[in-house]
């Protein structure tokens, strides 16, 4: 043991390998003689390897008894062996390029494929493509990279998660997001199970922890048959994120520096102080040819005394600075192997006082042991801090980005006579708390260290049968705190401190057993495992409220008056037995069939446990003999596969009767605080898991040499016994309860199409996808729908409902509006109003005379009809251009901030369409009169809009600086970029973004944008350097 | 190492007994919580939290939305804030998507499970140290649900009724049971808690803790406001009994404004009333008084964060005769030199205890039931009993008066004007105290007196009754709406 140490310390920090006797040399070119640097040269049988340079030489010393082959490959290039012998020392080789991938190595659940091998649904991500200098988070490595795959940030808060699904919405309840499994372990994305969520406004995404340079690879399983390999929580699709390995052979030093910009892609136009007060002073007019009785309000008196006033959106948005700096080394012996990397990522917000930084230290180490035994370790560390304002909440008296559209433009930020120096709140009868004061004044920081790791041993037992053992933790420490000062509005004159710790852990063990056997043309793998995986987490919670001193904040929260002092403890865990067979004649057939068994704590006795089989099988149509006079068509795979997966994302405890806890006081003033216990929520023996079927078929075929590959898939997947916590009739004493709600069904089809257009000396290449999903509730075990989040108080503006999809929109058609020659008695209204001159009219669906939500239509559907993704690469020497656009067509949108920016009624702010409001002198067709008593708010197809889009993603140029203006250096590669993401989107969505949704991924809120964290162009310039 | 590697897979294996048990530590189970007569008296104490505080929803069934409606809509006080709901409240132009009846009707129920449950369990635990522990634990879950149902009754006719507590969704899901049935079963209750309540073996549940003298007056009230709506003579004869077994065990309060100071809380005058704390509590154990009445303006040196989002219309502020001291107590008119240009409600406000409050967090406790309302009471059921007042009837009023600084009614009055007197003496006396509406309905002048003091509002003769909240109709199908909203 101890020598292997000292082997492994020597390989670590030495290029020289063990005692050579042949040096052989070569040179590698391209097919059109350019020299290839970064060919890897190796020597079959042996672990030893070398690249070639810029000039496309390479050098190696081998033991020319242990070598015969000498192997030249190169991605995207056939690779070329040659045979040592006779002397032969010097090798001038010339690569071909090769468009197949039918070669690529493909990781699969507990194992791999050869991507010809593959029967079931997986989509690959390579390296190149995430590790773009222009992706600063996984997340945006994997947009349009996979049909069918579709990330949605529904904010643009930096640090905050995104949003994930494959294939539709599987799920009801929340947990839509795939499940992540970074080198064979299942890592912890849920918000919730890393943070309380007492600090609103900050976020952090659990996957920044990842960092996309340190990813070789990305699988994507889409099919059940696919993800059935991780059955319980396989029903959204399953993330493979295999990590980069060391290499034997030179040290290779890889530095990336980026430095970027991000703007606010566009503005709201809003009112200014002199058109607010003229409309606030219209409405008190309007209002008292009704009721006499209100007054007009100081604020708005002597509206020409008001000028433009003040552009809220620029007092809290600004330009904001990005930058990233990547360091990683990657190298080894025979013996050992090792990549070791570290990141540093410094974003800031477009919002004042919100960012986002972060530092992740990585090393992988491989080990062979012995001869049939190999062990490693990887180890990943991250520190990240995410500083955060809050937005996207449906309460304007929290959210900075709705403070500031709605704030009066008459007043200003500051205020040497008030209480901090800042104006307090607004003036108008919304009173709005000032969002300069909230962004300079509020301190919210979540930081969190995060260590993911595991070491696993494999152990050859006899040949072909093979035993893996793999240990796996992932950790954290998250701490959250805030502190809002007494004299800011949202201090509510007290202040408030919250310091909130939580730390936990999953761990992971899982042993395996696979045997492989090769009989003739066929061939046979034979897998069984075992798995067991636990989460704990505690966490202690301090509230303090009451402080007659600002000054040192969420330091010391002893100087509060009020505390509330709680701790926490969660934890689950999950069993799970595995079988799997694969088999296949001659490359030709394959079938494999697999079964599952998983428990979970989390589900009564009796229902712990399910099954989750699955099956697959694909010919490989290409291979046969009468297919061999097709010259066009050099692979051809028909697939079909059928399984099941689970869900059980629900939290702990959801099945027990929970009790809780309330004071109440007796006696004299200020009486005596007591003790009391309440009925927190319904016990639930009988709920289950929630089981996905679903059925995937099919082809994979490549023309002409793999210069144009299509794949495409059909597929159909039911979800049964939906997980959802429900609310439920209140006389019983509770609002929700979790239960089994019913089924779904998704149906659609993807396409994926990879074509090279050009090859040469200026080669174009592309990629499409595209995909359409089609999703509906077939069954509800209740009788009546399921009702969304209210939202401005309307509570049926979306519903789940059996035999429509989840998020269709409701409300009524609006008709113009009623105008002085139109009589008010005949017009239909709501039965608890009275409607006058220059109101919304409304359309009678039913024709009884009243409006009411019997009169409802359908308004729209928050699902888009399809989405797609365009990627074209240009290069020419060394000079490369990648466009990407990425669009979702055909979903409608509620743009709830518009009954706000739209309310004239002299509340709040309005946009610059109330000038185009109804007066006698302008009697407008389209928008209502202003109104001081206004009539409340009703979903129309007002607020209804086309959220249809196609963005310019990512725009990528970059060069490969000229190798003889740097040679002798040392290095061996230099490129530089420039890049901008978000850069510009073809919309008619009016709200700031079509992507975003203050629910993220919820089904309660789809397709909701009220005060969202508005989303940034980025303009990003990277220098990397290969050494 | 291959030995090592054997060891290991067999450990994995055998740590598997229990390992997928569910491992809850920092909740309790319903399942093994009540072990002891304190978990009883600490599950009661939860009833009583639920008064001041709900989990779903922020502030319990007394913080504001209670008493905020009874005078919104009525003839009492007018909206400034930009709650569209209160806007509606106020004008009449409320429908059933009104989030303050939602509130009303979920404060009510969650109360009436916890009582339910109660119930159950103090019946199932057999170890008690005395029987009077019992007694008093159950005496306490009919008080609450009879006095909860007696509530929604008011608000909203017909209701589910659930005497036993919820387990399972489905058994939750019921019909409205008729007005004489949900009668039946306050009354029953009351009349157990009545019995039930009389030995409290808690010494440190005093004060704040409802008495027989309470449900005695409660009970009166219940007949009272039923004989009104059927018009029943007998009824009002057993209010009159019940009433008298309070008549004359309590004082009125010397001065008026003594009432709503803190340190008279839950003492003289005050049957029962629901204790909230600003000073101990954590987040929601205070009302919303001083919040939501007083102005803005004296948040310098008076209560910060007043909204002043109610005010008295001027109907009621220009009714009073001159000198009676509640006009004064209950509004106030300017502060430190300043004038305002409209009266703001300070009733609440004890100027000596609580100065200047931060957020306006006030001590200040609900008053449910105090003297006054009693002797008020008793005049109206003699009313009726005797088509027009007697002696008794006069004294029971004129007591109220003078307290007030105002002169005895003559005598001589018929049935009409007696009756005319007592809902005026009402008004007088309980603005913002939750009577207003409750009071219009029962002496049948609502939709009267509503436009006497706002003309534009919009109010029918149907709005006796309040909606059944649609979200509640969503969920539980079964649930019929009341007449003039939409079906």
């Known amino acids: 043991m101890k020598r292997k140490f000292v082997v492994f310390f020597l390989a670590l920090f030495s290029h020289v390998l063990i005692a050579q006797e042949l040096t052989l040399r070569g040179i590698v070119r391209d097919e059109v003689n350019a020299p290839l640097l970064g060919v890897t040269v190796t020597i079959e049988g042996t672990t030893q390897g070398v690249i070639t340079n810029a000039e496309g030489v ?73 590790a773009s200098p222009a992706n600063i988070s996984l997340d945006q490595s994997l947009q349009g990279q996979a049909a069918g795959v579709v990330v949605s940030q529904s904010t643009g808060k930096p640090g905050a998660p995104v949003s994930i699904r494959i294939r539709g919405t599987t799920s009801i309840n929340g947990t839509n997001e795939p499940l992540y499994v970074v080198d064979g372990i299942p890592i912890i994305t849920k918000a919730a199970e890393l943070t309380t969520g007492t600090v609103q406004g900050s976020a952090i995404n659990p996957l920044s922890s990842i960092n996309p340079m340190d990813i070789e690879s990305i699988q994507i399983l889409k099919d059940a048959s696919a993800a059935a390999m991780y059955g319980a929580r396989g029903a959204n699709g399953v993330i493979l994120i295999t990590t980069k390995r060391g290499v034997a052979g030179k040290l290779q030093v890889n530095l990336l520096a980026s430095v970027g910009v991000q703007i606010l892609a566009r503005e709201l136009e809003l009112l200014n102080a002199r058109e607010l007060a003229e409309l606030g002073n219209d409405a008190v007019t309007e209002a008292r040819k009704y009721y006499p009785d209100i007054a007009y309000g100081d604020n708005f008196a002597f509206p020409e005394r008001f000028g433009e006033g003040t552009n809220w959106q620029d007092e809290i948005f600004r330009p904001a600075w990005m930058q990233n700096y990547q360091l990683s080394l990657r190298g080894g012996s025979e013996q050992t192997r090792y990549f070791i990397s570290g990141n540093m990522m410094f974003q800031d917000g477009i919002i004042e006082y919100s960012d986002f930084n972060k530092g992740t230290f990585r090393i992988n180490l491989d080990n062979d042991l012995s001869k049939n035994v190999r062990a490693g370790v990887n180890v990943n560390f991250t520190n990240s801090q995410s500083h955060g304002v809050i937005t996207g909440v449906p309460n304007q008296a929290s959210s900075v980005t709705a403070m500031a559209m709605l704030f009066n433009p008459g007043q200003e930020p500051y205020d040497d006579d008030g209480p901090g120096g ?79 710790n939580m730390q936990g852990n999953t761990w992971l063990v899982e042993n395996t057993l696979s045997y492989t056997k090769d009989i003739d043309r066929q061939h046979f793998t034979l897998l069984l495992g075992q798995t067991m995986q636990k989460y704990t987490s505690e966490d202690t919670d301090i509230a303090i409220e009451r402080f007659d001193d600002d000054r040192l904040g969420y330091y010391n929260l002893g100087l509060g008056m009020d505390k509330t002092i709680n701790t926490g403890y969660h934890s689950w865990s999950m069993l799970s037995w595995i079988g799997r067979i694969m088999y296949n004649y001659d490359g030709r057939y394959y079938l494999t069939a697999s079964g599952r068994a998983d428990g979970s704590s989390k589900f009564g006795n009796s229902n712990k446990w399910a099954f989750f089989p699955s099956a697959s099988f694909a010919w490989r149509v290409s291979g046969e003999d009468f297919f061999s006079s097709v010259d066009a068509i050099n692979s051809l795979k028909i697939r079909a596969s059928y399984g099941t997966v689970g869900n059980e994302g629900i939290p702990p405890g959801s099945t027990i009767s929970l009790m809780g806890d309330l004071p109440y006081f007796f006696g004299e003033q200020p009486g005596s605080k007591v003790l009391g216990t309440y009925v927190y929520s319904l016990q639930n023996n009988e709920l289950k898991w929630e089981v996905t079927r679903q059925y995937n078929t099919g082809f994979d075929i490549h023309f002409f ?221 389209e928008y209502p009169r202003a109104n001081a008593s206004p009539h409340g708010n009703f979903m129309s197809d007002v607020y209804v809009e086309d959220g249809s889009y196609v963005r310019l993603k990512q725009v990528l140029l970059s060069y490969s600086l000229p190798v003889k203006w740097y040679t002798g250096a040392g290095i061996e590669n230099i490129v530089i970029s420039l890049s901008g993401n978000n850069l510009y989107t073809f919309t008619n969505y009016s709200g700031y973004d079509p992507e975003v949704s203050i629910f993220g991924g919820s089904v309660y809120g789809k397709g909701a944008d009220y005060g969202a964290y508005p989303m940034a162009r980025t303009v990003l310039f990277s220098l990397n350097l290969t050494f | 190492m291959r030995k090592a590697i054997i060891l290991l897979t067999v450990l994995m294996f055998i740590g598997c007994e229990g390992f997928l048990d569910e491992d809850i530590r920092s909740t309790y189970n319903y399942d093994n919580y009540f072990q002891s007569e304190e978990d009883l008296v600490t599950f009661s104490n939860g009833m009583f939290g639920g008064l001041i505080i709900w989990t779903w929803e922020g502030g319990g069934l007394f913080f504001n939305n209670y008493w905020v409606l009874q005078d919104l809509a ?411 909203y939409v079906q």
């Not at chain 1, 919210?444 to 006899?462: E, K, P, Q, T």
């Not at chain 1, 409300?811 to 020659?821: A, C, E, P, R, S």
């Not at chain 2, 803190?262 to 600003?278: C, Q, R």
Request: charged residues 25%; proline residues 4%.
């Open chain 1, 58 to 130: 390479f050098e190696i010393q081998v033991n020319p008894s242990l070598v015969k082959i000498v192997n030249f490959s190169f991605v995207g290039y056939n690779t070329e062996s040659r045979e040592i012998g006779d002397g032969l020392t010097y090798f001038e080789i010339q690569l071909i390029p090769k468009y197949t991938e039918l070669d690529d190595v493909v990781v699969i659940g507990y194992g791999t494929q050869r991507r010809g091998d593959v029967s079931t649904a997986i989509s690959t991500v390579k390296a190149e493509d995430i």
């Open chain 1, 422 to 500: 800042y104006t307090y709140e607004s003036n108008t009868i919304n009173r709005i708390p000032n969002p300069v004061a909230e962004i300079n004044e509020t301190d919210r920081v979540i930081s969190s260290n995060r260590a993911i790791g595991d070491m696993y041993l494999d152990w050859d037992i006899i040949p072909g049968l093979q035993y893996k053992l793999k240990l796996g933790v992932d950790a954290f420490l998250t701490k959250e705190q805030q502190y809002i000062p007494s004299f800011i509005r949202r201090g509510q004159d007290k202040g408030k401190g919250y310091n909130v």
């Open chain 2, 74 to 484: 009525s003839d009492n006080c007018f909206e400034t804030g930009s709650s569209v709901d209160m806007l509606d409240l106020a004008k009449f132009t409320f429908d059933e998507n009104n989030t303050v009846f939602d509130h009303n009707w979920l404060g009510c129920y969650f109360l009436i499970n916890s009582a339910n449950v109660l119930l159950t369990e103090s019946e199932n635990f057999t170890e008690y140290t005395s029987p009077d522990v019992k007694n008093h634990l159950q005496g306490e879950a009919y008080f609450m649900r009879g006095m909860l149902y007696f509530e929604l009754v008011k608000l909203f006719g017909e209701v589910p009724l659930q005497n036993f507590p919820t387990t399972t969704v489905e058994s939750a899901l019921l019909e409205r049971s008729p007005v004489s049935e949900v009668y039946e079963s306050i009354i029953s209750d009351l009349e157990d808690a009545k019995e039930l309540l009389a030995v409290n073996p808690f010494s440190g549940r005093v004060l704040g803790m409802p008495t027989p003298e309470t449900v005695a007056a409660l009970l009166g009230k219940v007949y009272l406001t039923r004989g009104a709506l059927n018009n029943d003579a007998s009824d009002f004869n057993t209010a009159k009994t019940y009433l008298e077994e309070v008549i004359g065990k309590f004082d009125l309060e010397p001065e008026f404004s003594d009432i709503f100071k803190l340190k008279n809380a839950n003492i003289g005058e005050i049957l029962w009333a629901v204790n909230f704390s600003g000073s101990l509590g954590e987040g929601w154990t205070t009302n919303q008084f001083l919040v939501r009445l007083m102005p803005t303006t004296i948040s310098e040196n008076g209560i910060r964060n007043g909204q002043g989002w109610e005010q008295p219309t001027t109907h009621l502020y220009d009714s009073y005769n001159p000198g009676d001291k509640r006009k004064t107590a209950t509004f106030i008119t300017e502060f430190e030199g300043e004038n305002f240009d409209k009266p703001y409600i300070q009733k609440y406000w004890d100027r000596e205890a609580e100065p200047g409050k931060q957020n306006g967090e006030s001590d200040a406790d609900f008053i449910y039931l105090r003297y006054a309302d009693v002797l008020l009471m008793y005049a109206e059921a003699l009313n009726e009993i005797n088509n027009g007042p007697d002696v008794a009837a006069y004294d029971a009023i004129n007591q109220v008066r003078v307290r007030a600084g105002i002169d005895s009614l003559t005598q001589g009055l018929n049935f009409q004007d007696f009756k005319d007197s007592l809902l005026l003496e009402r008004r007088w006396e309980f603005v913002m105290e939750g009577h207003r509406w409750y009071d219009l309905v029962r002496f049948g002048k609502l939709q009267e007196a509503v436009l006497e003091a706002k003309p534009e509002a919009n109010v029918k003769d149907y709005h006796i009754l309040f909606p059944i909240p649609q979200k509640e109709r969503y969920y539980n199908p079964l649930l019929s709406q009341n007449d003039g």
């Open chain 1, 705 to 925: 040499e793999s210069r144009i590959m299509l794949t495409s898939e059909v597929y159909l997947k039911e979800t049964s016994d939906l997980l959802l916590f429900v609310p439920i009739n209140r006389s019983s004493g509770f609002a929700y309860a979790w239960s089994n709600v019913g089924d779904m069904s998704n149906k659609g089809i993807e396409f994926s199409l990879n074509t090279v257009n050009l090859s040469g000396r200026f080669q174009w290449r592309s990629r499409l996808n595209f995909a359409v999903n089609r999703n509906q509730v077939t069954d509800l075990a209740q009788s009546t729908d399921i009702y969304g989040i209210p939202i401005m108080n309307i509570l049926d503006w979306t519903k789940i409902s059996k035999g429509k999809p989840i998020g269709v929109i409701y409300g009524y058609k609006t008709d113009g509006i009623l105008q002085l020659n139109e009589d008010p008695a005949e017009q239909p209204f709501f039965p608890s109003k009275i409607i006058r001159y220059g109101d919304r009219k409304y359309v009678d669906k039913n024709n009884d005379g009243e409006i009411t939500t019997d009169d409802y239509y359908e308004l729209g559907n928050a699902n888009p009809d399809y989405s797609f993704g365009f990627h074209n690469r240009f290069s020419y020497k060394g000079l490369a251009l990648e466009i990407y656009f990425q669009g979702d067509m055909g979903n409608e949108l509620v743009n709830f901030n518009r009954f706000q920016l739209e309310s004239f009624d002299g509340y709040q702010n309005n946009s610059k369409v109330a000038l185009e409001r109804w007066t006698e002198e302008n009697p407008s067709n």
